[in-house]
């Protein structure tokens, strides 16, 4: 198994652009979620899924789309990217049967200029 | 508002000290407290609580809840300098899963 994957691992954009953060398991998880990362902040919580079709906002779900079409895959959109989404971005996901213990990625750097 | 706050933010000790690391929280509708380490990259699941009182155990690692106060404690004996990390408290509640800003613990040969 490859557990969970994120691509890119870094990334540039510039203000108002567009881009789209992959995230896949193969795990068979149901739950998958979004997470970003800030100095001094801890892990803020932007949208999650708990199976295919269905989403729902997290803590800091403005400037952020999610889709979840298979059990599989999660991608975060950037719908225009702004300086304050400059972060690391975390995907993670966990089994139903032990929905508490997450399995993350090894994150996405975003820089916005 | 939920909230989860962890003491200290920093800390440094030499290989064979014992720590205690400290997770208070208030959140509604509270299902259970999780422990992380962050090394370089990817937090990794150390344990999950969710009863008071009682004690979760892994090897040098231990921690405990306290349901009536809204705190947890990680105690980490004898360390080692592969126990340096960004250790990580969450609280889960009905919606919601809120991260603590973490606790950078350095162990000095």
């Known amino acids: 198994n490859a557990g969970v994957t994120q691509t890119p691992k870094f990334q540039v954009l510039k203000t108002g652009q567009s881009m789209t953060l992959q995230c896949a398991q193969d795990?068979?998880?149901?739950?998958m979620s979004w997470y970003r990362q800030d100095p001094g902040m801890g892990l803020r919580l932007i949208h999650y899924s708990v199976g295919a079709g269905i989403t729902d906002q997290g803590e800091v779900p403005n400037g952020y789309n999610v889709s979840r079409s298979t059990t599989e895959d999660f991608p975060l959109r950037l719908l225009s990217a702004a300086p304050s989404q400059t972060s690391v971005y975390f995907c993670?996901?966990?089994?139903?049967?032990?929905?508490?213990?997450?399995?993350f990625g090894p994150g996405t750097r975003l820089t916005v200029t | 508002e939920d909230k989860v706050v962890q003491s200290p933010l920093s800390l440094v000790v030499h290989e064979g000290d014992t720590v205690t690391l400290n997770c208070s929280y208030e959140?509604?509708?509270?299902?259970?407290l999780l422990w992380y380490k962050q090394e370089k990259k990817a937090p990794t699941f150390l344990f999950m609580l969710?009863?008071?009182?009682i004690e979760k155990k892994s090897g040098r690692l231990s921690s405990i809840l306290d349901k009536k106060e809204l705190f947890s404690i990680l105690n980490i004996t004898a360390t080692q300098t592969g126990d340096s990390a960004i250790y990580l408290c969450a609280v889960e509640s009905a919606n919601d899963m809120r991260f603590g800003a973490g606790t950078r613990l350095t162990v000095k040969p």
């Open positions: 959140v509604t509708n509270f299902r259970s």
């Open positions: 795990m068979n998880h149901e739950y």
């Open positions: 969710t009863s008071s009182g």
């Open positions: 993670a996901s966990s089994p139903p049967a032990n929905a508490h213990e997450q399995y």
